[in-house]
């Protein structure tokens, strides 16, 4: 008999956890997730996927006008919100399938309900007990809104993906990857926005030029960007066209608008869990603290993921749980590569970017030189949009690896893609010289810069 029901209870069912599950149950573990919501988690159900979803429905309407200078003619347009939400809904229910067969097909168990641990070997759902060997945690994170008077009034990203129909003016707060992102697909489908955000310049963490750029670019569309930009207060008042929200700013000003929405940072899920009965230690911000095999302070409980609140990125929670799955079940030395973890924003233009910044290159290097190119792509001479890509390599001089490369412009997610794996191999620049470019494209221009840009002038 074996001493415990299972090997491996996983908490949560998203992008790690799933990961970790059924490929722990595929090298013969008894394996058994529990799962309170939806199967796939944030990126699956409000995250990643709907959100690109999203994105393309955006992009239609500058691509019917956009097409004008290519000779066509496109009649009368109309978008219709219910339609879009409507076959979201069926895309994503169809993934949560997947996701179920995935893991059960591996024979994993699927548990429903809130897991609650009751000792480092226990875990309670509802009424009933499980134990296990070992336990995972990946129970991700959770949109935090600050506590402004009126909070009670404004949706996040996981309300924005179930909206019953598309307000005219909508007001978004924060300044990172949702906020910039849902402020490109609100502006898309027709509402007029006002993207608020409390410093100078947004995309904090970003390469200096990609903040500017990007800014330029959503400006030039028509997305109203208030920088240094604070919210007071949110009131909400009912009138026969539905609810109206006043948003009052710190300098004085208000706004009016159909929908406010919060895009102000995610919060690890631990709260209500059992940590403490089972002596799992949190940080600060309430994050799991793991070590570098993703053990928590209790050695048979492990964690993985956003509930960890490291690089809170799919395809890293995706890689710590074939990782940890290896680690446990089938040792193979493999680990996970967090070094020059590439992302994209999927605003409007796009944003990728892999390594370092210009001001961390300088920090950690010294000497180092820049390649920036600005340059309307090709499609848009015949368009007419006026868009301006950006594209910008990092060389350590020392070395001449190139050691970061961003870009602002069309496709910079899938083009950014292939880039991360010559910065993986340590590409030096002249091997990004040597390379021959494909004509015509916007990412030949990375094989093709050759000029510095001046070195800013020493302080002082
Ligand atoms: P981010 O951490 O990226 O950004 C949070 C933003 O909210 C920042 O601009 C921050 O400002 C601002 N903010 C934080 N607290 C307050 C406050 N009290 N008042 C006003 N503004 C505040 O969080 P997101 O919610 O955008 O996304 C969460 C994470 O999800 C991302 O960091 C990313 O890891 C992941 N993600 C990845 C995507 C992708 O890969 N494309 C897409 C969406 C999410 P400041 O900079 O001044 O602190």
Redesign the pocket.
Same mark, same amino acid.
Not at 173 to 179: E, L, N, P, R, T
């Given at each position: 008999m074996p001493k415990f029901d299972y090997d491996l209870i996983t908490l949560g069912a998203g992008s790690a956890g799933v990961r970790a599950s059924r490929v722990a149950a595929r090298y013969g573990a008894r394996v058994a997730v529990v799962e309170e919501r939806y199967l796939g988690g944030t990126c699956v159900n409000v !995250?990643?996927v709907p959100?690109k979803l999203f994105v393309y429905a955006a992009h239609f309407g500058e691509d019917f006008d956009d097409a004008a200078g290519f000779g066509w003619t496109v009649g009368g347009r109309d978008f219709a919100w219910p339609r879009l939400i409507e076959n979201k809904n069926a895309e994503i229910a169809r993934l949560n399938g997947v996701y179920r067969d995935l893991l059960e097909g591996a024979g994993a168990r699927i548990i429903e309900g809130r897991a609650r641990l009751l000792d480092a070997h226990t875990v309670a759902v509802g009424e009933d007990t499980y134990t296990a060997e070992r336990i995972l945690v990946a129970t991700g &994170?959770w +949109?935090?809104v +600050?506590d402004?008077p009126g909070r009670e009034h404004v949706i996040t990203?996981n309300e924005a993906f179930f909206l019953e129909s598309l307000p005219g003016t909508i007001v978004i707060? !924060? !300044?990172?990857?949702?906020?910039?992102?849902f402020a490109g697909i609100f502006h898309g489908l027709g509402a007029r926005v006002i993207q608020l955000?409390? &410093?100078p310049l947004?995309? *904090? &963490?970003f390469d200096d030029d990609v903040r500017q750029a990007l800014a330029r670019e959503m400006g030039k569309r028509g997305i109203d960007l208030r920088f240094d930009s604070?919210?007071e207060s949110i009131e909400r008042r009912d009138t026969g066209d539905g609810p109206r929200f006043t948003v009052t700013l710190a300098d004085g000003g208000a706004i009016e608008a159909g929908l406010v929405m919060y895009?102000? &940072? *995610?919060r690890p899920i631990t709260k209500g869990l059992g940590l403490e009965d089972a002596g799992v230690a949190v940080n600060e911000k309430g994050a799991i603290v793991v070590d570098e095999e993703w053990r928590t302070s209790v050695p048979n409980i492990h964690a993985i993921g956003?509930v960890t609140d490291r690089?809170?990125?799919?395809p890293v929670a995706v890689a710590e749980g074939q990782a940890l799955a290896d680690l446990l079940f089938n040792p193979s030395g493999r680990s996970v590569g967090y070094d020059g973890v590439p992302?994209?924003?999927?605003s409007q233009p796009p944003v990728g970017t892999v390594g370092l910044t210009e001001a961390e290159a300088r920090a950690r290097y010294g000497a180092v030189d820049v390649y920036r190119s600005t340059f309307r792509p090709l499609k848009h001479t015949l368009s007419g949009r006026d868009e301006q890509a950006m594209m910008k390599l990092i060389v350590d001089s020392r070395s001449d690896r190139v050691v970061g490369v961003h870009m602002v412009g069309p496709d910079a997610g899938e083009i950014i893609q292939g880039i991360a794996v010559a910065l993986k191999c340590g590409a030096t620049k002249a091997q990004f010289d040597a390379t021959i470019g494909i004509h015509p494209t916007t990412a030949e221009e990375f094989v093709l810069m050759r000029e510095k840009a001046p070195r800013p002038a020493p302080a002082g």
């Open positions: !995250g990643c959100k &994170g +949109p935090a +600050p402004v990203s707060v !924060g !300044g990172g990857y949702i906020a910039v992102e955000y409390r &410093g947004f995309l *904090r &963490g604070s919210v895009a102000t &940072g *995610r956003d690089i809170n990125l799919t992302s994209a924003v999927f």
